[in-house]
């Protein structure tokens, strides 16, 4: 069930920069039990880069330090979606 949808970062043409404990001070707040993240990529593209998976892997392993689960990490653009979770990454 979704309790609460939070906007954390709004970045530029390419990149937006987000420290794991912006990420998780919603859940914090809302003393969630887990969270989706997800971000989009503009150029449409739903490659999933090396620093995407990067940055999965700090959120999940700061997430778990926290007591949070992190369900999935979605990447969307125009022509659908990649789920990190049903692409075997988390």
Known sequence: ???KREVVSIGG???TRTHPREI???AVTHLA???VMAHNHPSGSLRVSSDDREFTRRIREASE???FV???HLVVAAGGYVSFKEAGWL
């Open 1 to 3: 069930m979704l309790l």
């Open 13 to 15: 043409l390419n990149t």
């Open 24 to 26: 998780l001070q919603p």
């Open 33 to 35: 039990a887990g969270f």
């Open 65 to 67: 330090l926290m007591g």
């Open 70 to 72: 992190l369900y999935d």
